[in-house]
């Protein structure tokens, strides 16, 4: 009998991939596994309408559990915790192996700690499963104190918003000169500081925490290298993420290097560099030949487009990964959709504008040497197609075409 085909993780990478294989026409033994108590599923509503309670955990499932009743061999609550690609077995943690004529890794990422004091006091949350969301979610309906939240990415940017939402007093720390600045350079970040700011949270920009401070093992506060006091309710760290590369590091996979976003090296087909097997999501870095580089990407429609192109390349497909980096969030009637990759603040000449900020209604371009790097695109939508073929355009299209776009 041939061994299965197996997907490692617990997230929409790996749900997608599965589903692909089955709909590929991929007919053998199927293997899933997760360390989580479900089946896969996708994590973009737990910092916003499952936060709130405005949608069910039956909306965070893709995929039902009939469809893996019938198509797959899921084994929840099972970490895979070794890994041998030259005898081609996955050690499991209830002591048991099992061995993969095909392996698609889809680890994804754990929330960064916050290395201070008080990091591990009650009332200290992080947000990456939906058990964390559940603890969340219970703090801010139960109580009417004060939530601090260090981290101005976009977790902490959006629970933030849930929280204002929930009728909360908001403080938001961040160490860059705008929220987002990361991502979106300084420009841009204040188009969502101020959207907070004028929701009413208390936004503290080039802040740095020193401390959580607790009583009787719970977190009431925060204080920051400044010396300043914040009290808190509970405190939420969102420092960004951590793609879970150990498994296949110990295994002696190539590593991305940091500077470049870490996770494991793949090339166009997603193969890692050990043989028969791929990697999808998170912990996946691509080369991405627009930008003539590898990066790793965070975001939801990566996790879908990373999973279904890594099950396609196991079926045999060696099409090369050529999907632009895309993500989306949703903060009060905020809605905004970005398309592209910038490298940095520093990456970049400028930002081009088209539309209204002041209506929150606007699409903006980031472009270098003339050309579109990537669009974001502001309350304005089906414009994404539009804004790639800008993105890809062989001749620079001009800043006059740009701020006409809308």
């Known amino acids: 009998m041939s061994a299965p085909y197996v997907i490692v993780g617990g997230g929409l990478a790996a749900s997608k991939a599965a589903q692909t294989l089955r709909d590929e026409g991929y007919e053998g033994d199927l293997v899933v596994v997760t360390g989580e108590p479900h089946r896969p599923y996708e994590r973009p ?21 009939e469809w893996y009743r019938q198509n797959a061999d899921l084994r929840v609550g ?8 030259a005898a081609h077995r996955v050690a499991l943690a209830d002591g048991s192996g099992l061995d993969y004529a095909k392996l698609i890794l889809a680890t994804g990422s754990s929330p960064r700690a916050l290395p201070v004091p008080g990091a591990d006091l009650r009332g200290v949350h992080l947000l990456r ?34 929280a204002r939402q929930l009728g909360r007093d908001v403080t938001l720390f961040g ?79 190539e590593q991305r290097e940091r500077a470049l976003g870490g996770g494991l090296a793949v090339d166009g087909t997603l193969r890692t560099s050990a043989e028969d097997v791929w990697a999808a999501g998170d912990v996946a870095s691509a080369p991405y030949p627009h930008y003539g580089r590898p ?4 975001h939801w429609q990566t996790a879908i487009d990373t999973g279904e192109h890594a099950a396609k390349a196991v079926l045999g497909s060696d099409a ?40 929150l209604e606007f699409v ?32 620079p299209p001009g800043e006059d075409a740009l701020r006409s776009f809308r």
């Open 364 to 395: 903006a371009f980031w472009t270098s040497s003339g050309r579109v790097l990537a669009g974001m695109a502001v309350n304005s939508w089906d414009r994404i197609g539009e804004i790639e073929a800008l993105i890809r355009a062989e001749e």
């Open 129 to 162: 499963t939906v058990e964390d969301a559940d603890l969340l979610a219970a703090e801010l309906k139960g109580g009417e104190g004060r939530v601090v939240i260090v981290g101005d990415g976009w977790i902490g940017m959006e629970v933030a918003a849930s």
């Open 295 to 298: 990066i790793r990407v965070e």
């Open 78 to 85: 099972t970490p895979a915790t070794g890994l041998d690609t």
């Open 320 to 359: 090369a990964f050529d999907k632009l980096p895309y993500f989306f969030t949703d903060q009060y009637d905020l809605g905004m959709e970005y398309l592209g990759f910038v490298a940095g603040p520093d990456a970049y000449d400028s930002v081009v504008v088209s539309g209204s900020v002041e209506s």
């Open 175 to 253: 160490m860059g000169a705008q929220p987002l600045e990361r991502v979106l350079g300084p420009e841009m970040g204040l188009v969502f500081a101020q959207l907070h700011l004028d929701k009413g949270v208390d936004l503290h920009r080039r802040t740095e925490i020193a401390k959580i401070l607790g009583e009787d093992g719970r977190a009431v506060g925060v204080e920051t290298t400044d010396g300043e006091r914040v009290d808190a309710d509970l405190v939420l760290v969102a420092v960004g993420v951590v793609p879970n590369a150990g498994l296949a590091a110990a295994a002696g996979l």
């Open 45 to 65: 509503p737990l910092s916003k309408d499952y936060l709130r309670g405005d949608a069910g955990r039956g909306a965070l499932f893709t995929v039902d559990e």
